[in-house]
């Protein structure tokens, strides 16, 4: 039945109109050829809706959307595999996989359709199952497929709990697999080969990987004339960091990241560590803590190297920095808490802003920590690029802040209750808030009178 049905395409393509032809007998095909494919080492099992039919025309039976492939279950299993077998090479591990992993190929009828992943707990393990549109952009392809990798690495326990695989691990691992491999990475349906034997096609299996020495120029050059992004963007990324036209700088930061995490001694082990203790806690920045103790005793120290490593990534100087202006506006935005106001309980929420003033004073010990030591990360990022003019500004206000976290960490636990009536907590809120309206009111003449301008009228 295969044969007869690839010679009809065959001489359709020969005597009559090939594309024609095609869909016609697309029909047939999908009826006849319904598949499952297998990947190399067994793990990824793709259920197709038709097999893989060659073509004359070399671009497959359907054209693609721009910047998309057509998907296909023989050459997807190729591309699952080639995938997997790049993130396995960059952590340095061998193929010992546990979980299976069913792919379901569907037609969509939405050009913005996503792939979908779940995770299903048996009493045997972990199976996942992935649901891919037929036409996707080959970036999406190899993210879902490292998201599925690592989700099954650190599942390997067997827990019920459901790992926290890190947003910047599966960008920056992507990210390094596009930057080597390109759109050899993905494999898609090849023209007809005719060959001596019974094999009607052939399916290449080889990528063409670049130097790392031009892919890391290239990483260089789009990170150099864009600010970066700091540690706790990295992390807890907002909507608009990863979405649309931001994705590709986000990528960009979570490769160095990767890069340079993987570059500190017996990184890959930690590494290794990490991924196998993330389905023991609830969120991934414990297990990173809880492996690279050696190296960050704190989120804090991981976003202090952070800074320091982008600055000489990045090779920044007074060319490359922000005009005072922006330097200024940006430093408003990371002062700025945001938060979300009802006038009562049945009103929707509304957002709005207070300044770190207001949460100082009117929030708890642990929600006022946790927004001031992201407010601290994203000072320190700030300081990369700052202009040089407001930069004494922007690390006066991260030596405030870090020194009263440092202080309430100090204090008895008593002391960081909200409403304690100690005397050292409330001469350290005194402090603390004395130190930040004279930082606002240096802001606030910075905004008036520019530095650069002032420099100007001098001159």
Same mark, same amino acid.
């Given at each position: 039945?295969?044969?007869?049905?690839?010679?009809?395409?065959? +001489?359709?393509?020969? +005597?009559?109109?090939?594309?024609?032809?095609?869909?016609?007998?697309?029909?047939?095909?999908?009826?006849?050829?319904?598949?499952?494919? /297998?990947?190399?080492?067994?793990?990824?099992?793709?259920h197709g809706?038709?097999?893989?039919v060659?073509?004359?025309?070399?671009g497959?039976?359907?054209?693609?959307?721009?910047?998309?492939?057509?998907l296909?279950?023989?050459?997807?299993?190729?591309?699952?595999?080639?995938?997997?077998?790049?993130?396995l090479?960059?952590?340095?591990l061998?193929?010992?996989?546990?979980?299976?992993?069913h792919?379901?190929?569907?037609g969509?009828?939405?050009?913005?359709?996503?792939?979908?992943v779940?995770?299903? *707990? *048996?009493? $045997?393990? +972990?199976? /996942?199952?992935?649901?891919?549109p037929?036409?996707?952009?080959?970036?999406?392809?190899v993210?879902?497929?490292? /998201?599925v990798?690592?989700l099954?690495?650190?599942?390997?326990?067997?827990?019920?709990?459901?790992? $926290?695989?890190?947003?910047? #691990?599966? @960008? &920056?691992?992507?990210g390094?697999?596009?930057?080597?491999? &390109?759109?050899d990475?993905?494999?898609?349906?090849n023209?007809l080969?005719?060959?001596?034997?019974?094999?009607?096609?052939?399916?290449q299996?080889?990528t063409?990987?670049?130097?790392?020495?031009?892919? +890391?120029?290239?990483?260089?050059?789009?990170?150099?004339?864009?600010?970066?992004?700091?540690f706790?963007?990295?992390?807890?990324?907002?909507?608009?960091?990863?979405? &649309?036209?931001?994705?590709?700088?986000y990528?960009?930061?979570?490769?160095?990241?990767?890069?340079?995490?993987?570059?500190?001694?017996?990184?890959?082990?930690?590494?290794?560590?990490m991924l196998?203790?993330?389905?023991?806690?609830?969120?991934?920045?414990?297990?990173?803590?809880h492996a690279?103790?050696?190296?960050f005793?704190?989120?804090?120290?991981?976003?202090k190297?952070?800074?320091?490593?982008?600055?000489q990534?990045?090779?920044?100087?007074?060319?490359h920095t922000?005009?005072?202006?922006?330097?200024?506006q940006e430093?408003d935005?990371?002062?700025?808490?945001?938060?979300e106001?009802?006038?009562?309980?049945? $009103?929707?929420?509304?957002?709005g802003? %207070?300044?770190?003033? =207001?949460? %100082? @004073?009117?929030?708890?010990?642990?929600?006022?920590?946790?927004?001031?030591?992201?407010?601290?990360? =994203?000072?320190?990022?700030?300081?990369?690029?700052?202009?040089?003019?407001?930069?004494? #500004?922007?690390?006066? *206000?991260?030596?405030?802040?870090s020194? *009263?976290?440092?202080?309430?960490?100090?204090?008895?636990?008593?002391?960081?209750?909200?409403?304690?009536?100690l005397?050292?907590?409330r001469?350290l809120?005194?402090?603390?808030?004395?130190r930040?309206?004279?930082? $606002?009111? =240096?802001?606030?003449?910075?905004?008036?009178?520019?530095?650069e301008?002032?420099?100007?009228?001098?001159?």
């Amino acid at each position: 039945m295969v044969l007869v049905l690839v010679l009809a395409l065959f +001489w359709a393509g020969r +005597w009559g109109n090939a594309h024609a032809d095609e869909a016609a007998l697309r029909a047939l095909v999908d009826n006849a050829l319904a598949l499952t494919a /297998y990947s190399y080492s067994g793990q990824f099992i793709i259920h197709g809706s038709h097999a893989t039919v060659p073509s004359l025309e070399g671009g497959g039976l359907l054209s693609p959307a721009p910047g998309s492939v057509t998907l296909e279950a023989q050459p997807l299993a190729v591309s699952c595999e080639r995938i997997k077998e790049g993130v396995l090479r960059i952590l340095g591990l061998p193929d010992r996989w546990r979980g299976p992993v069913h792919v379901w190929l569907w037609g969509a009828t939405n050009v913005t359709a996503s792939p979908e992943v779940a995770a299903s *707990y *048996y009493a $045997d393990g +972990w199976r /996942y199952n992935v649901r891919l549109p037929d036409q996707l952009a080959s970036s999406e392809l190899v993210r879902t497929v490292v /998201y599925v990798v690592l989700l099954e690495l650190a599942n390997r326990a067997g827990t019920p709990r459901i790992a $926290d695989i890190p947003r910047w #691990l599966v @960008e &920056g691992l992507t990210g390094t697999l596009l930057a080597e491999a &390109g759109p050899d990475l993905v494999l898609q349906p090849n023209a007809l080969l005719l060959k001596r034997g019974n094999n009607w096609g052939a399916l290449q299996s080889s990528t063409r990987n670049q130097h790392p020495a031009e892919v +890391w120029r290239g990483l260089r050059a789009r990170l150099g004339g864009t600010p970066p992004l700091s540690f706790g963007d990295l992390s807890l990324p907002a909507p608009n960091l990863i979405t &649309g036209t931001n994705l590709a700088h986000y990528r960009d930061t979570a490769q160095v990241f990767v890069e340079e995490l993987l570059r500190l001694p017996h990184s890959r082990p930690l590494l290794q560590g990490m991924l196998v203790q993330l389905s023991a806690f609830l969120n991934w920045q414990v297990a990173f803590l809880h492996a690279y103790h050696a190296y960050f005793p704190s989120l804090l120290s991981v976003e202090k190297w952070w800074a320091l490593t982008l600055l000489q990534y990045t090779g920044r100087d007074t060319a490359h920095t922000w005009p005072p202006a922006v330097t200024l506006q940006e430093l408003d935005q990371v002062l700025a808490v945001p938060v979300e106001i009802r006038a009562n309980a049945r $009103d929707l929420p509304k957002r709005g802003l %207070i300044t770190l003033q =207001q949460a %100082i @004073e009117d929030w708890d010990g642990l929600q006022q920590t946790r927004v001031l030591r992201t407010k601290v990360e =994203q000072l320190l990022a700030l300081d990369v690029c700052a202009a040089q003019e407001v930069r004494p #500004l922007v690390e006066a *206000y991260q030596r405030t802040l870090s020194a *009263y976290l440092e202080h309430r960490r100090q204090m008895p636990n008593a002391a960081l209750l909200r409403g304690q009536s100690l005397v050292e907590y409330r001469l350290l809120i005194r402090d603390v808030l004395r130190r930040l309206d004279t930082l $606002d009111r =240096q802001r606030a003449k910075y905004r008036a009178a520019p530095p650069e301008a002032a420099g100007a009228r001098q001159a």
